[in-house]
């Protein structure tokens, strides 16, 4: 079968009379394993289920809803690849102008809040029905979270979107549970079991005897510092050899997260990265315009999934836990081998990786039978004395990919963990990256420079940075190459106060370095930092955090990171103003600006 079906007279081709389930996405329906639902329907149908998928629905026509009607089993709810909230604003609330995920970039095409429109209007058409939700939007919104576009703390999103169950983080092993649950006439109320699912109950004797309570959701309105107690009991119970289940109390009912699924082994990753993908948007939503999310991914291979990076503003932790897991390298030859066969390929695979390209392995060995610790982290400011260091594995892997017949160049454009290739004391592989590997320009995130900031980002010293910046110019001239790095920086993030955001100019003044655009703390819900904007307390050592929240002073530190440009000029001499540094308003070579004319 290629495509599945999204239109009825394509289910009926394909002489189906009811399909088993039915899945509403709100992005455009892109049948490539860097998409969630894709992988989730592929691998039901490798099951022998039948699914029938509803994209980009419009919220206003409830027979968009009704294409194949009621599903034998369940409909299946995904809000897309990206939180829609996130997809639709920037970090000021501004509504973007472009959506990747949908056909020509319109914006407009799926709901604010999506999860919660589709699977509530669903519940309203089909009141008896099975709803299963999942996806990104339901995974970091599972129990109660701090909403940055409301400013206030919402409950879980299982009792919001009026949805039966919740499944959060990867779900291949939990989807085909819960499917051989439905269709063994199993009620789906009754499906309180799973691991990686959330479930609600109103019956204080269904309760899990093992259970962590945490705050109930009142007491985590009517205190941060209980919220902050919430989120750290969450963080702790992230990994599936030593999570617990968690119980959160409502008004009128109890929501019980069950614990994270074990993660894949490597045959298992295998199957899934085997499965008969069309890599590529169905020919009638293509129709309706190119989807731009597919240019970078189509000719990207995934490697491995989960992090143990540590980056307190990332969600990964939260939603692919910190255990990596990774294909072998014939899998991912074996797909490097088929993006050379398409009609579309140039020679250049844009990506051999994942969340973080060069964590092929597990951070040690103990995480395989005793999952992570609970009370210390891998890497990030500080790294742990037993973090196993080794690139050989992966630059194996993309030593033979450069060798397939048809392949011109493999880049590695995900995310690199420069600490990590740091600590490697065989420069082999920082050697093969920069002389094989990189596109002209290397992208790279410390994401500031002052360590005050640093150490509530999670992430290492500027020292170490200002070491990697030295040893890659120094490779670079060592084969008389002429390639840059490209720091990702941020501003306005927990610890941040305007001396630091200084600090960070001056960096920039130094090293010659203007960024073309500025990446401002975005809150985004299952975060850490996200946790530091709401609170003002570091959930990782109770102490108050300074959090710049004003509009004014976030604008002044992101004029700072671009202070040569003319429109930022008042804010940059407010800021100097008001931070006490005029020594750094002249015409020396350290000033940033200019007196006044």
Not at 171 to 177: A, D, F, L, N, S
Not at 258 to 285: G, K, T, W
Request: hydrophobic share 35%; aromatic share 12%.
């Amino acid at each position: 079968m290629p495509f599945l079906p999204i239109t009825r007279e394509e289910m009926e081709a394909y002489g189906w009379e009811q399909p088993d389930f039915v899945y509403i996405i709100g992005d455009a329906y892109i049948d490539h394993p860097s998409f969630g639902p894709a992988i989730i329907s592929r691998v039901l149908e490798n099951f022998g289920y039948k699914v029938c998928i509803i994209s980009q629905p419009d919220i206003n026509n409830n027979e968009d809803f009704k294409r194949f009607g009621e599903p034998r089993l369940a409909f299946l709810v995904c809000a897309g690849n990206i939180d829609s909230m996130v997809d639709h604003y920037s970090v000021s609330k501004r509504r973007r102008k472009k959506d990747y995920y949908t056909p020509g970039g319109v914006m407009g095409k799926r709901p604010d809040r999506a999860l919660i429109r589709y699977s509530s209007k669903l519940r309203e058409l089909y009141p008896n029905s099975a709803i299963v939700v999942g996806g990104i939007e339901a995974s970091l919104r599972r129990l109660n979270h701090y909403d940055y576009w409301d400013n206030s703390v919402r409950r879980s999103i299982l009792l919001d979107s009026k949805a039966d169950l919740l499944l959060y983080g990867m779900g291949e092993k939990t989807i085909v549970q819960v499917a051989d649950a439905l269709d063994s006439g199993l009620d789906v109320k009754d499906i309180i079991y799973i691991r990686n699912s959330v479930w609600k109950t109103k019956d204080k004797d269904l309760l899990p005897t093992n259970a962590i309570m945490l705050p109930s959701y009142d007491e985590v309105l009517a205190d941060k510092r209980n919220y902050v107690k919430s989120f750290q009991i969450q963080y702790k119970n992230t990994d599936a050899f030593t999570g617990k289940p968690l119980v959160e109390e409502y008004k009128n009912c109890f929501v019980v997260q069950n614990p994270p699924e074990f993660p894949l082994s490597q045959e298992e990753m295998d199957a899934v990265y085997a499965l008969p993908y069309m890599r590529a948007c169905h020919p009638l939503i293509e129709k309706k315009g190119h989807v731009p999310a597919i240019d970078e991914v189509k000719f990207s291979v995934i490697a491995n999934r989960g992090c143990y990076g540590g980056c307190h503003f990332c969600a990964l932790t939260m939603h692919q836990g910190r255990i990596i897991q990774s294909r072998t390298k014939e899998s991912i030859l074996n797909e490097v081998e088929l993006i050379s066969k398409d009609k579309d390929f140039k020679g250049y695979i844009h990506d051999i990786g994942g969340p973080t390209a060069n964590f092929y392995r597990p951070a040690c060995k103990k995480q395989l039978d005793k999952g992570v610790c609970t009370n210390r982290e891998c890497i990030g400011y500080n790294p742990c004395k037993n973090l196993e260091v080794d690139h050989s594995e992966y630059l194996d892997i993309l030593k033979e990919a450069r060798k397939i017949p048809g392949v011109k160049k493999v880049f590695v454009r995900s995310g690199l963990r420069y600490d990590y290739i740091m600590y490697d004391k065989n420069k082999e592989f920082f050697e093969e990256l920069v002389k094989y590997h990189v596109s002209g320009q290397l992208k790279v995130a410390p994401e500031h420079v002052d360590d005050r900031v640093l150490v509530r980002m999670g992430k290492p010293s500027r020292g170490l940075y200002d070491e990697f910046v030295r040893t890659y110019n120094k490779i670079n001239e060592k084969f008389d190459m002429k390639q840059y790095l490209v720091p990702y920086l941020m501003s306005s993030h927990p610890g941040s106060t305007l001396d630091a955001a200084i600090n960070l100019a001056e960096y920039l003044r130094d090293t010659g370095h203007m960024p073309e655009q500025v990446q401002d703390f975005y809150p985004t819900p299952g975060t850490a930092s996200t946790c530091m904007y709401y609170t003002g307390i570091d959930p990782f050592t109770n102490e108050e955090v300074y959090v710049p929240r004003n509009p004014h002073e976030k604008a002044m530190q992101r004029a700072l990171m671009q202070y040569k440009l003319p429109q930022n000029y008042d804010l940059v001499y407010e800021a100097l103003v008001k931070a006490g540094r005029k020594d750094l308003i002249g015409y020396g070579k350290k000033c940033l600006i200019k007196p006044r004319k």
